[in-house]
């Protein structure tokens, strides 16, 4: 992972650097970019650096609350920006190990619809949510890092929950057969097999695309199977974004615990796609990121674990 270089001689880096992968996966769900991940999980390397560790008894606890406090309050500072963002805001994808949920509630907590969900909480409901679900942290524990009381923490929680619950309905996704409708996807897409892609679509599927305003992308959601079907069948045909057909690669790769597909010129990454299934393995919901700035975590080949630990579920 990115990030100053720790100096090699400090006493703690070692107890720092055992933790570190837990401080991102924290970060990382609530800020929804690796950027910002990884500026807060350097942040809090400073404040361990400087702080009285003798006082300290759990350092991965001591830690985690430091770099969720520290999260927390970048989320506030960026909220305006988003809300001012062109477009559509998504996550920033990242690669992820192909095998990153020992439970599968550690893919979907990360997966980009539930990061576009957690987008729609207030920062003090997202820290909670995912400490409490996905870490699970006590009500105690997370009172202690946001710096609220703990029945202020419980209502949060609640609110969460409920909100969660009404957008992220729940049901047994078959891991095997996200794959093969993805594989099929990849196939249809890059072959521009409209019918193909079709069969694949639920009736009201929704794209949502990512530009950024920085390249040229929908600035509203594209509806319904035979819009966006058309819109990938011609992958294999037009220019995009500057790059011919015949120089553009599609890679199937893991992105944020799931199958996910990776464009690419010759000389950059130019989209990511990514995808939600209803219970019978439709495609409903793609999330296309086409803006640079969100592509440098895939650019770099870097994949990450972000597993939570502990099998639970909310």
């Known amino acids: 992972m990115s990030g100053a270089p720790l100096a090699a001689h400090h006493p703690d880096q070692q107890v720092f650097d055992r933790h570190r992968g837990l401080l991102f996966s924290v970060a ?26 003798s006082q300290v008894a759990d350092a991965k606890a001591y830690l985690t609350r430091i770099v969720s406090h520290l999260a927390v309050e970048r989320l506030r500072s960026t909220r305006a920006k988003r809300e001012a963002y062109v477009g559509p805001w998504l996550p920033e994808p990242v690669l992820t190990e192909p095998d990153v949920a020992e439970a599968a509630v550690d893919a979907e907590s990360v997966s980009m619809a539930m990061l576009v969900v957690l987008e729609s909480l207030s920062p003090l409901e997202r820290a909670v949510f995912v ?60 072959g521009g097999d409209v019918n193909a892609l079709m ?15 920085k390249v040229r992308q929908a600035l509203l959601p594209v509806v319904g199977a035979t819009t966006v079907a058309g819109w990938f069948a011609r992958i294999g045909s037009v220019t995009y974004q500057g790059v011919a057909p015949v120089d553009m690669k ?65």
């Open 131 to 190: 400490l409490k679900e996905v870490f699970a942290f006590s009500h105690a524990e997370i009172a202690e890092a946001v710096e609220r009381s703990e029945p202020a923490v419980r209502q949060a929680a609640h609110r969460a929950r409920e909100h969660v619950r009404a957008r992220r309905p729940r049901f047994a996704a078959d891991p095997s057969r996200q794959r093969a409708a993805t594989e099929r996807f990849f196939a249809a897409a890059t």
């Open 28 to 53: 990382y769900r609530l800020l929804g970019t690796a950027a910002d991940a990884e500026d807060a999980v350097q942040d809090a390397w400073f404040k361990w650096s400087a702080a009285d560790r």
């Open 199 to 213: 069969e694949l679509l639920s009736p009201d599927v929704t794209l949502w695309t990512d530009g950024g305003g």
């Open 250 to 314: 599609a890679e199937l790769v893991t992105l944020n615990g799931a199958p996910g597909i990776v464009f690419s010129g010759p000389d950059r990454v130019i989209a990511t796609v990514t995808f939600d299934f209803d219970a019978d393995g439709r495609i409903t919901t793609i999330h296309n990121v086409a803006n640079p700035d969100k592509l440098h975590a895939v650019t770099t080949g870097t994949a990450y674990d972000l597993g939570a630990g502990a099998e639970r579920g909310w």
